[in-house]
């Protein structure tokens, strides 16, 4: 069982930035792709980001790439989302999930864990 927190979230101006973090419980956290993802109400919960086990590959959705940067550290079983250059639109509620299996994947249906969520508002 993994247990994922989310911080950071909050209330910023567009243009501004904001960095999430992601604290797991347990020892094997490294073992685990982990991804970001977001939602808004009424839609879907939508890809944003996702970093290998080692932290060496990632992999954007295409509407934050070259914005928004997912890295990791192993040691402190932690995963974080540099979000620059915020836009009303990447204005959700912002989780991080645990991929017991693969990294990369786009589908939150191969996650296995989720923490409960951070917000995060981009006033225009």
């Known amino acids: 069982q993994v247990q994922l927190v989310e911080s950071g979230g909050g209330l910023v101006q567009a243009g501004g930035s904001l960095r999430l973090s992601c604290a797991a419980s347990?020892?094997?956290?490294?073992?685990?792709?982990m991804g970001w993802f977001r939602q808004v109400p009424g839609k879907e919960r939508g890809f944003v980001a996702a970093?290998?086990?080692?932290?060496?590959?990632?992999r954007y959705a295409s509407s934050v790439k070259g914005r928004f940067t997912i890295f990791r550290d192993n040691a402190k079983n932690t995963v974080y989302l540099q979000m620059n250059s915020l836009k009303p639109e990447d204005t959700a509620l912002y989780y991080c999930?645990?991929?017991?299996?693969?990294?990369?994947?786009?589908?939150?249906?191969?996650?296995?864990?989720w923490g409960q969520g951070t917000q995060v508002t981009v006033s225009s």
């Open positions: 970093i290998s086990r080692s932290g060496d590959f990632t």
């Open positions: 347990g020892r094997t956290f490294s073992s685990y792709g």
């Open positions: 999930a645990a991929d017991t299996r693969d990294w990369g994947r786009v589908n939150e249906y191969d996650y296995a864990y």
